[in-house]
């Protein structure tokens, strides 16, 4: 088995797909986690070239949202897109690393991405509230 299917379950990667369709049916924002076993190198550079590979810098509200870790590493980023950003708290993507960063602590990896990712759409849903029309811009599965 490789780490990355060590990280997760298949059963803990279908609950982390569902919490993803959960918090992206409340708004137009799109959500996405990249796992990989190491981001050789600056962290922060792999993860910005993720969000360009995964093309979540094409949503038509510049409001894609990345959650990007590298295993070995033992990192992860969360990024979000120039029109997120622009209308979040200052302390938003610090919060959401917090909690998501104290379940990864414990070992507790699933639960850390599904309430990371159910806090950020609750913020999503505030700036970015779905509606009649809005389509599923990028997938929900887990990128590896």
């Given at each position: 088995?490789?780490?990355?299917?060590?990280?997760?379950?298949?059963?803990?990667?279908?609950?982390v797909?569902?919490?993803?369709?959960?918090a992206?049916?409340?708004?137009?924002?799109?959500?996405?986690?990249?796992?990989?076993?190491?981001?050789?190198?600056?962290?922060?550079d792999r993860?910005?070239?993720?969000?360009h590979l995964?093309?979540?810098d094409?949503?038509?509200?510049?409001?894609?949202?990345?959650?990007?870790?590298?295993?070995?590493?033992?990192?992860?980023?969360?990024?979000g897109?120039?029109?997120i950003?622009?209308?979040?708290?200052k302390?938003?993507?610090?919060?959401?690393?917090?909690?998501?960063?104290?379940?990864f602590k414990?070992?507790?990896?699933?639960?850390g991405?599904?309430?990371?990712?159910?806090?950020?759409?609750?913020?999503?849903?505030e700036?970015?509230?779905?509606?009649?029309?809005?389509?599923?811009?990028?997938?929900?599965k887990i990128s590896?």
């Open positions: 088995m490789s780490k990355i299917e060590e990280f997760l379950t298949e059963e803990e990667e279908a609950e797909v569902a919490a993803i369709r959960k992206e049916s409340h708004t137009s924002g799109e959500i996405r986690v990249h796992i990989e076993k190491t981001s050789k190198g600056n962290i922060w993860a910005m070239e993720v969000f995964l093309k979540m094409n949503t038509k509200e510049d409001n894609g949202v990345l959650i990007y870790v590298a295993i070995d590493d033992r990192q992860f980023v969360i990024y897109d120039k029109g950003n622009k209308v979040v708290p302390d938003f993507w610090e919060t959401t690393k917090d909690v998501i960063a104290s379940r414990k070992g507790e990896f699933k639960a991405l599904v309430e990371g990712i159910l806090k950020a759409g609750k913020e999503l849903q700036h970015f509230p779905w509606s009649e029309g809005d389509v599923n811009e990028l997938s929900d590896k």
